[in-house]
Structure formats: structure tokens, C-alpha cells
């Protein structure tokens, strides 16, 4: 196709007679022609863009994957015509600086991406949807979740349930063979639908809490990321991230696509989850390659997002692993082992009495309905020697599948699935289901004090210059305009945080760190100061990035125009103060720092202390021209300092005591000094003023002192320190280290990136949700989401009452287990009979396993709990409360079911099969009266709030209204017969005195020491 055009020779000679209109139609034709050829010229080569750019070195070539089937490609390369999605990702991906250099530098990557290094992309839906439609979502794609028939067929595979089922399959085929289809099929049936209904029920159930811990996990992988749009600092979800957004990164942050930096200081990236390397990459201008799940170890730093999800290595990665939530909890080792040792039991009584009965019946010793003998040798019927065995075998079966409490691994299973729904309202994220139940043991809390036992909202309150307080309004800065410049060079240039209007007459919106936004509120606020004029007239040249062992940030600079170098250092006020040897006074005049003013500057630092201010202190100094690799740290002079208040939480006073009563110590680690911290600590309630001896001496530590005791001195004076100051994260774990040593269940709560080994050596690991950095988060085992005290107190709550929880369930079968097992042997052995058939054991089992754990499981937990010790690291999980509720009830079921057996018909005066039935029902009502008596371990007012769990309630009608159908209405299926009111009433009653049986042996003391 082409295009004809005239050549600027020629000329239209037109006819002085022609019709003008006629000409200007023509004219018209022939533009709208060419307008057409040339729009279908240009979508021929857009779609040919591919091919013929290739091979020209002064384009980039086009290769943007239609992600979005509805999405015009044509369309998409308009909207990036420069960009290739697969060149910018490989780059990347193969830290290609070759690759970088060819497209321009990162500036021209951004400005191809049409993002701005400053302010990012554009906050608007549409522009954000056009990035995602073109270059994806932040996601990946994951392996699909097991199905539900997945679930059934697991099930299925229990070896028990197979022998059961080619039991029934024979029982089906001997019944139909004798009796016809019509009346031959009730036996076997009825155990092939009760055995699917068993597997149905736990299949449902395990497929219930597989997605349920599904959706928690993906709760848990929601991180917020901040990042610039429109100039504007502001958190999103990293889904939510697109390309070409600026992301503000910082020590502990996990970068949340691939991409490339920007600008930042000394900054460093653990690349271990991608490369397998230990060490820790610098990442600057000549390495600015940033890929996506690594995380930020030091410094900070802004990057440029050029890939998402799919497009990432990271997504590859991460979309080619199953995640697997069949994490065997320790509470679930110690079941699965007492199951097997059940298990073991059961099958030596089931074998015991397949082959007692077996005896029985070839002996001639076992007699029908009717009183006629069974087995009359060569005369009796194959098919009734061989239906009659496959009843004994499955009655044998049975008793094994009665026997072996398979309903414990489910009872973990639900009661830490709820506890970990509950928990999420309650502001705690599971992360490691171990934790539920392992918090319950805890004997120990380490915790931080900012943000955790305070509200971390920090406020400037008192501003120092020299010796002098400068009050709130005071204006003497305006007579010290150097000190005014240097304070604005301090605070705008030595600091991860921002300041945003938008407008010169909005409000300022602050991010930073808690103590940041204090400091850069002050300054911008109070002072009146314009925090961003530093960075315009100054050139950054070197930077020490804040952590928590050094305690203190610092920056050199050179203002532009100059060749001097300035310096300033921010930090612990005391460690400032060390720093020194000048100080500037209110007249902004610099004066020596003698050991009289070096006093009363030390002073002014404790009172701020004890009145639980954080005291942060400022120092500059001025230097030649060269510049040294690291700031030098003497020779300073003090700028001012400034005490930050950051008041308590509201109940952590209440929520420390509520720990004490439970038995729980609590251990407050913070990095500030020894004056603030005891403050604070008297204020929270960890210390008791009226203990000078204890306030002053043992109690409160610094952490250059708790490090440098021996081993022995450190044992012997742990159990007394309350306190810890001025500590460093290797005080943190060595402080956990002894505890765990000392016997003690340690739980150590943390949120910066060096208090991840303190929180996986811990027992149990919890971050702050809030100001927690990734790195700690990863290393924890619960996320505490509103970083607040009261909330680990509640996550302590929620562990008692998972334990306690299991152990109620635990009870309560355990004695089923024990009642059915003896019934039935005594009864095979004596009679050659079982009284409960193998469908009626099924539906027992299917009570005590799903019904019984679904009721007792889900008990929230009560003020009661809070009032014991705690349970400890190496404690039975049957106690001897357990044993004596357990043998009591047991020993009441077996006694009342064998005088039903052997006494029942000529009590009752009723048929065999009535006299079976009523055993059943009893049997099963007994449970049913027992799960009120399994509530309350201890207590004897067994209904005491049972008004609050809905579904415990709702569980014993449902079980009731089955247990009615299957006597009344499920005659052949259940193998029973219609009981008359009368009949029912003996069965109720009978079941109804567990009530004051329970009663009476709670009456029954136990040794205080097995109480805890």
C-alpha cells in the first residue's frame, strides 16, 4: 500500500466554468482518502513495530505481552511506545549495567516509564489502571489449592475405614445373597453410609480450615509499602504497587518488586532469598539493581518499581512453590504419640475379642435371637458361617476405630483455627501455628517500651539550648540566626523522614518514624522552619544511617558554593554529650564545655529522663575540605537537645498487673537510658516504687552491665532484673538465651531488623504490626497489629484457653474410650455379643470426634484462666484433675451399661434387641451430659457461661435430635428399636446423674503442685 502524492510542479488548472462545489467535493474525497490510508498505514506498522525496530539501533524494541486478553496491544504501545517490558525485567533480573548504560541511566528508564524520581507516578485510578493493564498486578500466581475431593480421598486411606468398608462390601453382598435385595441390604449399607458419613464430616471439616488458614496466610502476606504519588508520602498494600511508582525503603523493609535506585545512603540488601548468598550487597549508583522478596539490612534509599509479580524473578519463584499449611504443632506431636499408644491399646482389645468370639462361635457357644445355637458344625450354610464372621470382624474393627481418638488431631485443628480467627479481631496475626498453644506455657515477656507499653505518639515538650530551657513561644532563636540555620541543616538534612504541602498554606503532612515526625513537627511547626530549603542548598556527601546499637544518625554535607565540610550528629542525648567539647549558648555563641557545664548538661538530661522525656541531643562541627570515609565522633559542639514525651497506654498498667497474677514475669528492654526507663517502668507498673532497694539495685540494668557479667553472675541475678537499659539487640538475645537456660518459656516482643535473632531464639516471637520493620515480622511467630501491650496479654489469654481447650477434649474422650473398649470386651468374652453394633459405634465416634471437638474447641477464653500459673515447659498434659474427672465418669458409664447387659431384660422386662437399644442411647446420652461435665476441669458450677458459646449449645440439641432419629426412625439402618416414653425417661436419668457424680469427686482434693 502506498501513498500518491503530486509533485510541486504540477498544477490544478481548473475551469473558470466548472461548478466550485463540484471541486470541493472532490477536494474533500480525496483528503478523506488520504486521512484513511494514512491511519491504516500507521496500524500496519504499529503491528509490524516488532520486526522492523529490531533491527534499528536507535529504537527500543517493543515487546509489551498482552496480560489482559481484553486489552488492545496497539493500544498498550501507545501508552509505553518505548518501553519493553522484557529488556528492562532481564536487566534487572542479570544486573545488567551494560544494559542500563544503552537505555540512558535510570533517570531515562524513569522518564521512559513516565515517572517522576521526585514525586512519582500520578494518584489517579486511571493512570494507575492503564500501568496495571499494561504491566500487571503485583501478584503472583499460586499453585491451586487442594480440592475438597483431595480431602476425601485422605480420609479415605485411614486403614481402618478400608477394613470397614470390605466388611461392609462382604456384609452387603452375604445379606442380599440370603435375604434378597430388599432386606439383605441393611447391615452392610448401613456401615458403608456411616463409615462415608465419617469421611464426609472430616473431610469437610479439614477443607474448612485448610482455606481458613489459606486466607490467614494471604493476610499475612499483605504488606504496606510506602511509596510517592504526586509528590505525596503515602502507604499502600503491596498488591497495590505499579510500575514505575517510587517506593521509600528503609532498614528491615522487603523490597516489593524489582527495580532500581534512585538515591539513599549507605544502603544494604540481603539478597539470601534469591541467591543463596549469606552476605549483604551495597546498593548504590554503580549497583543500583533492587530485586523483589529481598530485604533492606541498612541504611535507606528510594528505587523506581520496572517489574511486578509475574514479571519478577521473585514471582516465578514464588508461584512454583506449594505452600503446605501442615505444620505439626508440639501440643499436636505429644496427641499424635498418645493416640499411638491408644491406638495400640484399642487393637490389642479388638484383637483379643475377634478372636474370643471367633472361639465362641466355632465352639457353638453363641446363640441367635431366637435361643437357637449359631454354628451346628457341617450343618450351617456357608454363607451364615461367613455372614456371621463378617460381623465379628467388623464388630472387631469397629471397636479399633472407637478405640483410637482420632478426634484429638482435630480438636488441635479447630480450637486453633478459631483461637487464630478470634485472635485476628482481638489484633494478633498467627503466623506459626505452634505459637497458640505454645503462649499459653509462657512463663516470661520481654517487651520493648516505645510503641508497645507507650502510644509511640511523640511530642517536643521541652527544647534546650546550652543550660537554658527555651519556653514554648520563645522567640530568642531569632537573636541566634546561625544556631537557627545549623538546627534546620540538623534536622532537614539528618533524617529518613518528610515533609509534604500541598499548598504553602495547607497543613504539613509528616512520615518518619515516630520520633522523626516529633522532631520534624517541632521544627516545622513550633519553629516556623522550611525543612526542605537544606536539601536544595546542600550537597549530601556522606551519611551513617540510624540503628539501634549505635543509637545515633549522622550526616557531612557541603553547603553549595563552599568547600568546608559541616557536620552534624543526632541521637541519645548522652552519647551526644560524650561526642562534645563545645556547646552553643541562647545568644548563639559558642562556649568551652567544662567539667562544671558538662555537670549541669548532664543534669538537665537526668531530670528530662525522670520525668520519662526521651532526651535527644544535636552536635555540628566544622571541617576543611577533606572528607573522611566515616564521621569522626569527637570535637563537637552541642547544638541543643530536645525531650520528647510519648505517655503511656491507656491499660497496659492494668494488662502488666493482669500478667503478675497469671504468674507471668515481665521484663521491659528498651534502648534508652537508666533514668527513663525506670520512669517509665514505675509508670506501667513493671516496678514498685515503695522498693527503693529493688528500684535502685537489681532491678534495673544497663545492658554494657548485663553483657559483661560472668555466666554464673548473670544466672544468679536474672530472675530479679526487671529492667534493662541502654540495651542493644545482643543484650535482647542473651537476656533470652539465660531466661530459656532457667527453664523459663520465653516470649520477646521486637520490631527492628536487629531484633530478629532475639525473636527466633524465643519461644515465642512477636513483632509490632505497626512500626515493626519486614525482616522482624518474617522472624516472629505473631504479629501483634496495633503494637499494643494489652494485646500480647490477650494473645497469653487466648494460649491458656487453646491448651485448656484440648485438654477439656481430651477428657471427655478419653472416657468414651475407655467405657466403650471395657463394654464391649466384657460383653464378647461373657457372651460372645457386642451390644453396640458396628454402625452404632460409628455414629458414637462420629460425636465424639467432630460434634465433641466442635463443642469443646471453641470455648473463648475466661478471667479464670488469668488466675493460674502457668502450665510450664514440661508438664502432663493429663493432670490428675484430669484422671480423677476422667475415672469417676468412666467408671459410672461402664458399671451402668454392664448392668443394663447382663440385667437389663429382666429389669426392664423388654426384648433383647429394646434391651441393646436402651444400652445405645444411654451410652450415647452419657456422653452428651459429660460434655457439660468436660467444660469445667476443675470448677463444679459446670454451666457457668455457657450462655456465651452459642455453639456449644447448639451442638448438644443437634446431637439429641440425631440420636431421637436414629432410635425412632432409623430402626434398620442403627440396628434399634422405638423406645416408649417410659424407656427414654430410664435412659435420660440414668445419663443425668454423670451431673452429680461429677459434683461429688470434684469434692475430691489434689495435691496443689499437680493444680498448676
Known amino acids: 500500500m502506498s501513498l500518491r502524492s503530486r509533485k510541486p510542479s504540477e498544477e490544478i488548472v481548473l475551469d473558470d466554468q466548472e461548478d466550485d462545489v463540484s471541486i470541493m467535493s472532490k477536494i474533500h474525497q480525496r483528503r478523506w482518502r488520504m486521512a484513511f490510508r494514512a491511519i491504516y498505514f500507521t496500524r500496519v506498522l504499529v503491528s509490524l513495530t516488532r520486526k522492523v525496530l529490531d533491527q534499528s539501533l536507535s529504537y527500543v524494541a517493543i515487546d509489551i505481552g498482552n496480560e489482559n486478553p481484553a486489552t488492545d496491544p496497539i ?12 529488556l528492562i525485567g532481564e536487566m534487572v533480573r542479570d544486573k545488567s549495567f551494560e544494559s542500563l548504560s544503552n537505555l540512558g541511566g535510570v533517570k531515562q528508564v524513569a522518564q521512559v516509564l513516565e515517572s517522576n524520581p521526585k514525586s512519582g507516578v500520578s494518584d489517579n485510578e486511571a493512570d494507575l489502571a492503564r500501568r496495571r493493564s499494561v504491566f500487571g498486578d503485583n501478584r503472583y500466581a499460586k499453585q491451586p489449592l487442594k480440592s475438597f475431593v483431595s480431602f476425601v480421598f485422605e480420609a479415605l486411606k485411614d486403614t481402618t475405614i478400608i477394613i470397614l468398608l470390605v466388611c461392609a462390601v462382604l456384609a452387603l453382598g452375604f445379606g442380599i445373597k440370603q435375604q434378597g435385595i430388599k432386606n439383605g441390604w441393611y447391615d452392610g449399607g448401613s456401615i458403608i453410609v456411616a463409615v462415608f458419613l465419617v469421611v ?24 504496606k509499602v510506602e511509596v510517592v504519588r504526586d509528590g505525596r508520602h503515602m502507604p499502600v498494600s503491596i498488591f497495590d504497587i505499579v510500575v514505575g511508582d517510587v517506593v521509600s525503603l528503609k532498614t528491615g523493609d522487603q523490597i516489593p518488586a524489582d527495580g ?11 539478597e539470601s532469598s534469591m541467591t543463596g548468598e549469606s552476605h549483604h550487597v551495597e546498593i548504590d549508583e554503580k549497583n543500583p539493581f533492587l530485586m523483589s522478596g529481598t530485604k533492606v539490612t541498612d541504611g535507606y534509599g528510594v528505587m523506581l518499581v520496572t517489574a511486578v509479580g509475574m514479571n519478577t524473578a521473585w514471582g516465578e519463584m514464588m508461584s512454583s512453590i506449594s505452600h503446605e499449611l501442615n505444620e505439626e504443632t508440639p501440643l499436636q506431636a505429644r496427641l499424635n504419640q498418645l493416640t499411638s499408644y491408644i491406638g495400640k491399646i484399642g487393637l490389642a482389645v479388638a484383637v483379643l475379642v475377634l478372636l474370643v468370639m471367633l472361639v465362641r462361635y466355632f465352639t457353638g457357644n453363641t446363640r441367635d435371637e431366637m435361643g437357637k445355637r449359631e454354628f451346628l458344625g457341617k450343618k450351617t450354610k456357608f454363607d451364615d458361617v461367613m455372614n456371621s464372621v463378617v460381623e465379628i470382624v467388623a464388630a472387631a474393627v469397629t471397636i479399633v476405630v472407637v478405640a483410637i481418638p482420632e478426634g484429638l488431631p482435630l480438636a488441635v485443628t479447630l480450637t486453633l483455627a478459631f483461637s487464630m480467627k478470634r485472635m485476628m479481631r482481638d489484633h494478633a496475626m498467627v503466623r506459626k501455628l505452634s505459637a497458640c498453644e505454645t503462649m499459653g506455657s509462657a512463663t516470661t515477656i520481654c517487651t520493648d517500651k516505645t510503641g508497645t507499653l507507650t502510644l509511640n505518639q511523640m511530642k517536643v515538650t521541652e527544647f534546650w539550648l546550652g543550660t537554658e530551657a527555651m519556653e514554648e513561644g520563645d522567640n530568642s532563636l531569632e537573636s541566634a540566626p546561625d544556631v537557627y540555620e545549623l538546627l534546620q541543616e540538623a534536622v532537614g538534612l539528618n533524617t529518613i523522614g518528610s515533609v509534604y504541602r500541598e499548598t504553602s498554606a495547607s497543613a504539613p503532612e509528616i512520615s518518619g518514624s515516630p520520633t522523626e515526625k516529633a522532631i520534624l513537627s517541632w521544627a516545622v511547626i513550633d519553629l516556623g522552619m522550611d525543612v526542605d530549603v537544606p536539601k536544595q542548598n546542600c550537597e549530601i556527601i556522606h551519611v551513617e544511617a540510624f540503628n539501634s546499637e549505635k543509637k545515633k544518625s549522622g550526616v557531612s554535607m557541603r553547603r553549595i558554593g563552599e568547600k568546608a565540610v559541616h557536620k552534624h550528629w543526632k541521637g541519645a542525648a548522652e552519647m551526644i554529650l560524650a561526642m562534645c567539647s563545645d556547646y552553643y549558648d541562647r545568644s548563639g555563641m559558642i562556649r568551652v564545655m567544662d567539667d562544671e557545664e558538662r555537670m549541669k548538661i548532664e543534669t538537665i538530661i537526668k531530670d528530662m529522663a525522670e520525668k520519662s522525656l526521651r532526651c535527644i541531643a544535636f552536635a555540628y562541627k566544622k571541617t576543611g575540605e577533606e572528607v573522611p570515609q566515616k564521621l569522626e565522633e569527637t570535637g563537637f559542639a552541642l547544638l541543643g537537645l530536645v525531650g520528647l514525651k510519648d505517655p503511656c497506654r491507656p491499660g497496659v498498667r492494668r494488662a502488666v498487673e493482669c500478667c503478675r497474677n497469671a504468674g507471668v514475669k515481665i521484663k521491659m528492654i528498651t534502648g534508652d537510658n537508666m533514668h527513663t526507663a525506670r520512669a517509665i517502668a514505675i509508670e506501667c507498673g513493671i516496678l514498685n516504687p515503695d522498693d527503693e532497694d529493688l528500684v535502685d539495685s537489681e532491678a534495673v540494668v544497663e545492658g554494657v552491665e548485663f553483657r559483661n557479667y560472668t555466666t554464673e553472675e548473670r544466672m544468679a541475678k536474672i530472675e530479679n532484673i526487671r529492667v534493662m537499659a541502654r540495651s542493644s539487640p545482643f543484650d535482647k538475645l542473651l537476656m533470652v538465651q539465660s531466661l530459656k537456660q532457667k527453664g523459663h518459656v520465653v516470649a520477646v516482643t521486637g520490631d527492628g531488623t536487629n531484633d530478629a535473632p532475639a525473636l527466633k531464639e524465643a519461644d515465642i516471637g512477636l513483632s509490632m504490626g505497626i512500626q515493626g520493620t519486614e525482616v522482624a515480622k518474617e522472624s516472629s511467630d505473631i504479629v501483634i497489629l496495633d503494637d499494643n ?78 488466675n493460674l500459673p502457668p502450665v510450664g515447659r514440661s508438664k502432663p498434659l493429663i493432670t490428675k484433675i484430669m484422671w480423677r474427672n476422667l475415672i469417676s465418669q468412666a467408671v459410672f458409664q461402664v458399671t451402668i451399661l454392664l448392668t443394663l447387659q447382663f440385667r437389663g431384660r429382666s429389669i426392664f ?25 468436660a467444660r469445667k476441669l476443675e470448677k463444679k458450677n459446670i454451666f457457668q457461661g455457657i450462655h456465651k458459646n452459642k455453639l456449644f449449645l447448639a451442638i448438644i440439641g443437634i446431637t439429641i435430635v440425631l440420636q431421637m432419629a436414629m432410635v425412632e426412625f432409623l430402626k434398620k439402618f442403627a440396628n434399634t428399636e422405638r423406645l416408649n416414653w417410659g424407656q427414654w425417661g430410664v435412659c435420660i436419668g440414668i445419663a443425668a446423674l454423670s451431673w452429680p457424680i461429677g459434683f461429688l469427686f470434684k469434692c475430691i482434693p489434689v495435691s496443689a503442685k499437680e493444680k498448676t
Open 909 to 933: 422386662r423388654v426384648s433383647e434387641t429394646v434391651k441393646n437399644t436402651m444400652i445405645f442411647n444411654t451410652f450415647v446420652l452419657c456422653q452428651v451430659f459429660n460434655e457439660f461435665n
Open 200 to 223: 464426609i464430616v472430616s473431610a469437610v471439616t479439614n477443607f474448612k480450615q485448610n482455606r481458613q488458614f489459606e486466607r490467614l496466610s494471604n493476610e499475612s502476606s499483605d504488606i
Open 260 to 270: 532500581l535506585f534512585l538515591e539513599g545512603h549507605s544502603m544494604k540488601v540481603d
Open 75 to 86: 493500544l498498550e504501545a501507545q501508552s509505553f511506545p518505548e518501553v519493553d517490558k522484557r
Open 789 to 866: 501491650f494489652a494485646s500480647v496479654v490477650t494473645v497469653l489469654r487466648w494460649g491458656r484457653c487453646v491448651y485448656n481447650n484440648i485438654q477439656k477434649f481430651l477428657q471427655f474422650q478419653l472416657t468414651v474410650n475407655v467405657a466403650a473398649l471395657v463394654i464391649n470386651f466384657v460383653a464378647a468374652v461373657s457372651s460372645g455379643k457386642v451390644p453396640l453394633t458396628a454402625v452404632q459405634l460409628l455414629w458414637v465416634n462420629l460425636i465424639m470426634d467432630t460434634l465433641g471437638a466442635l463443642a469443646l474447641a471453641t470455648e473463648q477464653p475466661t478471667n479464670d484462666l488469668m
